[in-house]
């Protein structure tokens, strides 16, 4: 049977039945019901944050910029080595995204490189935990607060993630989380924005319900973006299984990282983890000596059944809907590790077998 890089963690079919049987006495299947309402309050506890809960991930991240009222034409610094919604959501917000360089030891956003692209158009920092890995918050937050900027992290890979023992989920004015069926906590498809201000929940919520505050009264040109009840209670299902499947991922990580131990040709990504990171174990990617030697890598795992995926190439700023239009920025680092890195299949119920085959084709 073929590997996909990832599978959905789900609940039995009888705890999903049990969580939607009350919905067939109330036909009550969306607008903030009962199961939404339980979700966003079993969230808010975990992350300690104000939490408000999306229909995707995508659209957490537009209401987020919008929430923020970053004024029209302004600039963005941002990362192009990330899933092409965090570049679109700033292009569909009407903001300009300016490309600034990742780290080369976790991919994140470079500080370093941040302040040579602030100009006077600049109102915003959108920076991304790829694959779990925390951005130099310290340092991001220090150089908005001089230059009056805002954070908005995309979060979407790091629920579950803890540093110094503390959710990393409510970093920044803003950070966003997506729960889609292909990230470690799932609700079908839904996403969320965490933050502390308490002034952005009605901009959120405006948002969310096309403006409407109550049957009489609609204060805001808002769009629809809501969380139905099936994916609410498909999410406080997952939510009591969580623990136990981050767990299991970071035992997977930790396995494939002692059968790919001292070799120079691949080698787990980040080289060098942060001690003081908890991680969620969402995606284990492998970095190659060289891009041919990646390129070989995928095939070969695809000739066996097994499915990897070049994540993240290409970079957003070269997809074809940006090539030409925006100005690429000069990300050296971005590009080559972009050229070199492949996710791995990761996910509850792969096997010791699944893993030194995988790790047999790539050695
Ligand atoms: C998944 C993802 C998103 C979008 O989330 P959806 O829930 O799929 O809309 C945004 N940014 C990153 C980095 C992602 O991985």
Redesign the pocket.
């Given at each position: 049977m073929r590997l996909e890089v990832t599978r959905t963690s789900m609940p039995s079919f009888e705890e999903f039945c049990d969580e939607i049987r009350p919905l067939w006495d109330s036909h009550i299947l969306t607008n903030m019901g009962s199961e939404h309402e339980a979700l966003e309050a079993a969230l808010r506890e975990r992350l300690g944050c104000e939490v408000t809960l999306f229909a995707?991930?995508?659209?957490?991240?537009e209401a987020a910029l919008e929430a923020l009222e970053l004024p029209a034409g302004g600039e963005v610094i941002t990362t192009p080595f990330?899933?092409?919604?965090?570049t679109h959501?700033i292009v569909r917000r009407g903001l300009r995204p300016v490309f600034c360089d990742v780290r080369s030891q976790d991919g994140t956003l470079d500080p370093a490189g941040i302040e040579s692209l602030i100009t006077e158009r600049t109102v915003a920092i959108v920076p991304?935990?790829?694959y779990g890995n925390v951005c130099d918050d310290e340092r991001i937050r220090s150089i908005a607060n001089r230059h009056g900027l805002k954070v908005l992290y995309?979060a979407?890979?790091a629920f579950g993630v803890r540093r110094g023992g503390l959710p990393v989920e409510a970093l920044g004015d803003a950070s966003?989380?997506?729960?889609?069926a292909?990230?470690v906590f799932s609700t079908v498809?839904?996403?969320a924005v965490c933050y502390r201000a308490a002034g952005l929940r009605q901009r959120l919520e405006d948002s969310r319900n096309f403006g409407i505050r109550d049957k009489e009264h609609c204060e805001a040109v808002g769009g629809n973006a809501k969380l139905n009840e099936f994916q609410a209670a498909m999410g406080l299902c997952n939510l009591r299984h969580l623990e136990e499947v981050l767990a299991q991922r970071r035992a997977l990580t930790a396995r494939y990282r002692e059968l790919l131990a001292d070799n120079l040709e691949v080698q787990p990504f980040p080289l060098e983890p942060d001690a003081s990171v908890q991680s969620n174990g969402a995606y284990f990617p492998v970095l190659f000596r060289g891009q041919e030697q990646r390129d070989a890598a995928y095939a070969a795992l695809e000739a066996a059944g097994i499915g990897a995926r070049k994540y993240f190439w290409p970079l957003t700023s070269d997809m074809g809907c940006y090539r030409g239009k925006l100005d690429p920025g000069h990300t050296p680092v971005a590009r080559d590790l972009s050229a070199r890195i492949l996710c791995l299949p990761l996910y509850p119920g792969l096997t010791e077998a699944d893993l030194r085959n995988i790790c047999r084709i790539l050695l």
């Open positions: 995707n991930g995508h659209l957490a991240l990330t899933f092409v919604s965090t959501a991304v935990h790829v995309d979407a890979h966003i989380l997506s729960f889609h292909t990230k498809e839904g996403g």
